[in-house]
C-alpha cells in the first residue's frame, strides 16, 4: 500500500485569516503540520488556493499544489490535489492545515485501518477520560462517536452518545468510556473520487458534519484509536495555547 497525505490549507478562513502562515514557534503552522506527517508517508503535499501559502511551502522546501478557491470542503480539496499528484498511491490521508502537533503515531494508526480490506474510509478517536468535566463532553464543536465490536463507526454526532440512562450526568465519564473525534482522514483512493461526487444527506446537514454522508451512503468507517492529546488551531486565542504548549514539549 502505497499512503499519500494531502494538507489543505486556505487563507480566508472566518475565524482566523492567513492562520496556515501565523507564526508558531519560530515557523509557520503550515511548515509544522507538513514536517510532521512528511516521514510517515510515502508522499506529502500541501493543497491551497492562495499564492501566499504556495510561496511559504516552497520557501522551506515543502510539496504544493494548487487547487481552485471555489471547494465547500477539505475533501473536496484533497480529491482535487489527488487527482494532479496522486498516481500510483492507494490510499490519500487528508490532514488538518492547523494540526501542528500531530504525531507519527496517529498516522500510523491510521494506516493500520487499511489492513482490513472492508475499510473504505479511516479516521481517529480519543477515549474522554473519566476526569474530564462534563462540560468537556457536553462541548458541541468536539464529536462524538460510537463504534461496533470490529471498530467500525456507527455515528457521529455533536450531542453526546450514547445516553447513559442509569446515571446522572455529571457522572456519565465514570460509567461509559465515551469516544471524542480526531479530524484525521484516510480514503481508499476509489472511494474518495466517490464521496466526492455525492449530495449533501440529511444527517450532514443536521449534524454539519460531513462524515455522516458517507455513512448514510454506505461506506465503511474505520476507527483507529490514539491517546495523543493535540491542539487545534481554529483562532488566534488557540495560537497562543500552542505556543504554550510548544514550550513546554521543548523544555521536557
Known sequence: MKYIGIIPARYASTRFPGKPLAILGGKT???RVYE??????????VAT????????????GGKVVMTSDQHKSGTDRCYEAFTKVGA???????????????????????KACFDDASTHIATLVKPFSSDDEFQVLENVNSPKVVVNKNWNALYF?????????????????????????????AYRADVLKEITSLPQSSLEL???LEQLRWLENGYTIKVGITDVETIGIDTPEDLMKAELFLKKQNAE
Open 29 to 31: 503552522v503550515i511548515q
Open 36 to 45: 510532521q506527517v512528511r516521514d510517515c508517508l510515502d508522499e506529502a503535499y
Open 49 to 60: 488556493d492562495d499564492e501566499r501559502i504556495e510561496l511559504a511551502v516552497k520557501a522551506f
Open 88 to 110: 500510483g498511491f492507494d490510499v490519500v490521508v487528508n490532514i488538518q492545515g492547523d494540526e501542528p502537533f500531530i504525531q507519527p503515531s496517529q498516522l500510523e494508526s491510521i
Open 157 to 185: 454526532s455533536r450531542s453526546i452518545i450514547p445516553f447513559t440512562r442509569n446515571h446522572d450526568k455529571t457522572d456519565w465519564l465514570k460509567h461509559h468510556t465515551y469516544y471524542k473525534h480526531i479530524g484525521l482522514y
Open 206 to 208: 443536521a449534524e454539519s
